[in-house]
């Protein structure tokens, strides 16, 4: 490294430290060593070491003005790729001398005192990817951001900024945030990627996804002859529509009360179906699910079928209907009800709307899927269908799920690398199980991401809603990941699934939250590997906490094998499982020596 370098990051770090009243214990960052020969604290470079690429000086007790002298000097500006000064005191604004850092693609000053309007020159950075200016006190205006096409973050939560929020293009955001400010005007769109949790605590914004509807302005004379041709359009459709509707409904209208008998969530106090009048009679729970499914061959079944778990040990299916039930989620494809039986007993009610599979099928699948069991998949108790609603009751698990704990508040439990290892070998076993038990009857999971990982009471992992998604509903990796050359890949679920699994291990490594869809984070990572910049990608916890580089990577490689876009390069779920446990034998091998 140059000596004009050298000598501007020393001054630099000096000017920073020497504001804070105690001189910060830092190696190296002397003007007789070298930054990148002898590793100055937070200093990273080229693998050549000789340039500096990134400086991450975060939590250092840094303070006073932040100086941007090190975009004097040219090599070093053109170098520069990553500026991180995170949770330290720096005051004052960031100069408009910033911009000289042309490079520049990540700068992150949350946290600090700083403040002013962000300076209009940080509009011309146009490599930058990501932008945190969190919990300070900045003021004003944005600069025009939006010029930059590349930006993927933009996290700006606390700060006193106002104005318009500039036209991001959303698409191509992992992360924005801009709640508790004093935004207004209108939310551009963000076609549903961001929620209100994004821009809450900003009065003057409105329009979707905050409640707040903006004001209108008045139509122009363009906008009423176009509406007058859609208004005379949509009068024929509405026709059309209402037609249908008024057919559909007396149909719907005359299955009505039995659909509702048997929704457990209604909470009726209908008489029960024949099943349950059999339960009561004293027949055991397997003899009822053979008579059910056998002698329920009408379009709609009014019972619920119960099957061989033992776990639903002493429960009518009465129980059910009358106990209070919670709503837990409504997802995708349906809604999760927490019950609580009159005698103790907590249950996970499903239930699925529009899947169209038939009842016949939908019997067999779940009768099927009762044989294949696994300690580490939950298996259903029972279940309901009609042609409209499916229903499935599941024993409620209340350790919470893997998406909790990645995302969740802990108050300072950490999530440490060892427990993150074991559960990705233990859905890795559990899924090469599943998979090869139900490969001829094409059953895949179908719908496999981190809140359908739940932590039973040893706090293993254990999946669930196993194969609850029609096959043509669970293809929801759109063609043009998969491209066409590869449609006949595209319909195997099973293919899907170790896609799913790859995104599950990636949450894992980067502790980040899977926003919109899984490819957000699964082309993250890509692209940050495909810029040599592998180790950004790790959840800072792991790093921290000094897990083993060397096995993140390793596990990292497997997730990027198993997000590969065509189906047919992703590796088998025997190869993933077997690769993870080696992993996870060269960890519990480690830790012996260590000890
Ligand atoms: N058996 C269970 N016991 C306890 N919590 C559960 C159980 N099953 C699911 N959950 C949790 O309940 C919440 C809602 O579940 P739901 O299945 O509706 O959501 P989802 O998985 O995000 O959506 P979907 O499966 O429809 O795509 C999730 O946080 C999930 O982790």
Same mark, same amino acid.
């Given at each position: /490294?140059? +000596?004009?370098? !050298?000598?501007?990051?020393?001054?630099?770090?000096?000017?920073?430290?020497?504001?804070?009243?105690? #001189?910060?214990?830092i190696s190296g960052w002397n003007l007789t060593s070298d930054p990148c020969k002898d590793r100055w604290t937070g200093i990273f470079c080229d693998s050549k070491n000789t340039a500096v690429r990134k400086i991450y000086l975060d939590k250092m007790n840094?303070?006073?003005?932040?100086? /941007?002298?090190?975009?004097?000097?040219?090599?070093? =500006?053109?170098?520069? #790729? /990553?500026?991180?000064? *995170?949770?330290?005191?720096?005051?004052?604004? *960031?100069?408009?001398?910033?911009?000289?850092? &042309?490079?520049l693609t990540r700068l992150y000053l949350s946290g600090n005192q700083l403040s002013g309007k962000l300076p209009q020159s940080l509009a011309r950075l146009n490599n930058l990817k990501g932008i945190g200016i969190s919990d300070n006190k900045f003021t004003g205006e944005l600069p025009d951001l939006a010029r930059i096409t590349? &930006?993927? &973050?933009?996290?700006?939560?606390?700060?006193?900024?106002?104005? @318009?929020?500039?036209?991001?293009?959303f698409s191509n955001f992992l992360l924005f945030n801009v709640s508790f400010n004093n935004f207004s005007g209108s939310i551009p769109r963000n076609g549903g990627k961001f929620s209100v949790s994004s821009f809450m605590g900003n009065p003057g914004l409105c329009g979707p996804p905050l409640p707040n509807k903006c004001p209108k302005k008045g139509p122009s004379t363009d906008d009423i002859l176009m509406y007058s041709g859609y208004f005379i359009l949509g009068l024929a459709f509405l026709l059309f529509v209402i037609v249908k509707i008024m057919k559909r409904k007396r149909e719907e209208k005359e299955k009505i009360e039995r659909v509702n008998k048997v929704a457990a969530v209604d909470i009726s106090d209908n008489k029960l179906g024949p099943s349950s009048a059999e339960y009561k009679s004293g027949v #055991? !729970?397997?003899? *009822?699910?053979?008579?059910s499914v056998d002698a329920d061959s009408a379009m709609v079944s009014t019972s619920l079928i119960v099957l061989t778990s033992p776990v639903i040990n002493g429960l009518k299916f009465d129980d059910l209907l009358k106990a209070p039930a919670e709503l837990l989620g409504r997802g995708k494809h349906g809604s999760l009800y927490k019950v609580i039986c009159d005698n103790g007993m907590v249950l996970a009610v499903k239930r699925i709307k529009d899947w169209t599979i038939s009842i016949n099928e939908f019997k067999l699948r779940m009768q099927r899927l009762d044989q294949v069991k696994h300690p580490n998949v939950?298996? =259903?108790i029972a279940f309901y269908c009609s042609r409209k609603e499916?229903?499935?009751?599941?024993?409620?698990?209340?350790?919470?799920?893997?998406? !909790?704990l990645l995302h969740g508040t802990h108050m300072g439990v950490r999530f440490e690398w060892t427990s993150r290892l074991n559960i990705a070998a233990t859905i890795a076993e559990a899924l090469a199980f599943m998979h090869q038990e139900l490969q001829e009857d094409g059953i895949a999971h179908?719908?496999? @991401?981190? #809140?359908? +990982?739940?932590?039973?009471?040893?706090?293993?992992?254990? *999946?669930?809603?196993?194969g609850l998604m029609a096959d043509e509903e669970s293809q929801s990796i759109p063609n043009n990941i998969t491209g066409p050359e590869s449609k006949a890949n595209v319909m195997n679920p099973f293919k899907e699934d170790i896609y799913r699994l790859g995104v599950i291990l990636l949450q894992l490594l980067t502790g980040k939250l899977v926003q919109n869809n899984e490819f957000d984070l699964a082309k993250w990572v890509h692209s940050v590997i495909s810029e040599e910049w592998t180790v950004e990608v790790f959840d800072r916890s792991l790093v921290q906490e000094g897990a083993s580089e060397e096995r993140m990577l390793h596990l990292l490689q497997i997730a990027? @094998?198993?997000?590969?876009?065509?189906?047919?390069? !992703?590796?088998?779920?025997?190869?993933?499982? +077997? &690769?993870?446990?080696?992993?996870?034998?060269?960890?519990e091998r480690s830790v012996v020596l260590e000890s």
């Open positions: /490294v140059d +000596v004009d370098t !050298r000598s501007i990051l020393a001054n630099f770090f000096g000017a920073l430290s020497s504001n804070n009243g105690v #001189s910060t214990p840094l303070a006073g003005p932040l100086n /941007v002298s090190i975009c004097y000097v040219p090599s070093l =500006a053109a170098s520069l #790729s /990553v500026l991180s000064l *995170i949770n330290n005191n720096i005051s004052g604004e *960031i100069p408009e001398e910033i911009a000289n850092c &042309m490079h590349g &930006m993927e &973050m933009f996290l700006a939560e606390n700060n006193q900024l106002s104005g @318009k929020i500039p036209n991001f293009e #055991s !729970r397997s003899e *009822i699910s053979m008579t939950l298996p =259903a499916k229903l499935l009751v599941y024993e409620y698990l209340q350790n919470g799920s893997l998406f !909790r179908g719908n496999l @991401k981190s #809140s359908n +990982v739940l932590l039973n009471k040893n706090l293993e992992a254990c *999946i669930t809603e196993y990027i @094998k198993c997000t590969k876009s065509k189906p047919e390069e !992703r590796p088998s779920i025997n190869q993933v499982a +077997v &690769m993870i446990n080696s992993i996870k034998e060269d960890e």
